[in-house]
């Protein structure tokens, strides 16, 4: 998981704690410690992929713009750093000659698919939860 899908995560699980409420880039940067400068990178990708809403002004910030159940880890990697995929094959840098008949290949696509999977059942929401369990168990 990239340093980007780990900060947009926690600003995600932010924002979903506080479900209905704009909140702003720098009270999110403080509370998750993210660089500002970084985050607010983050926040424009998650607006233009419809994860997050915006307003501007006084009482404006950010929000999560979909039920925290509705939005796994998946979607936001697949925002960050593109499809998960173990192993591309690749042998400096240009794909393997024996890609189509490797054996060993195929094992790890099918470990892709778990992986996949395992991230597909991930949810924002769920995350949430965990972190609640969390916070009332210390």
Do not use: W
């Not at 998750?32 to 985050?39: K, T, V």
């Not at 591309?88 to 195929?106: A, E, Q």
């Amino acid at each position: 998981m990239t340093r980007s899908t780990g900060y947009a995560v926690r600003a995600i699980l932010e924002l979903a704690q506080k479900r209905g409420e704009f909140i702003s880039s720098r009270q999110i940067s403080k509370s998750q410690r993210i660089p500002y400068q970084f985050l607010r990178r983050i926040l424009q990708e998650l607006i233009g992929h419809e994860l997050v809403l915006s307003k501007g002004g006084r009482s404006g910030g950010f929000k999560v713009a979909r039920n925290p159940d509705l939005i796994t880890v998946v979607d936001v990697m697949n925002i960050f750093q593109g499809e998960i995929q173990l192993s591309d094959c690749m042998f400096r840098n240009k794909p393997c000659v024996h890609r189509s008949n490797c054996v060993l290949r195929k094992r790890i696509v099918k470990i892709d698919e778990k992986v996949k999977n395992e991230f597909k059942n991930i949810s924002i929401g769920g995350l949430l939860k965990d972190l609640k369990k969390q916070k009332g168990g210390l």
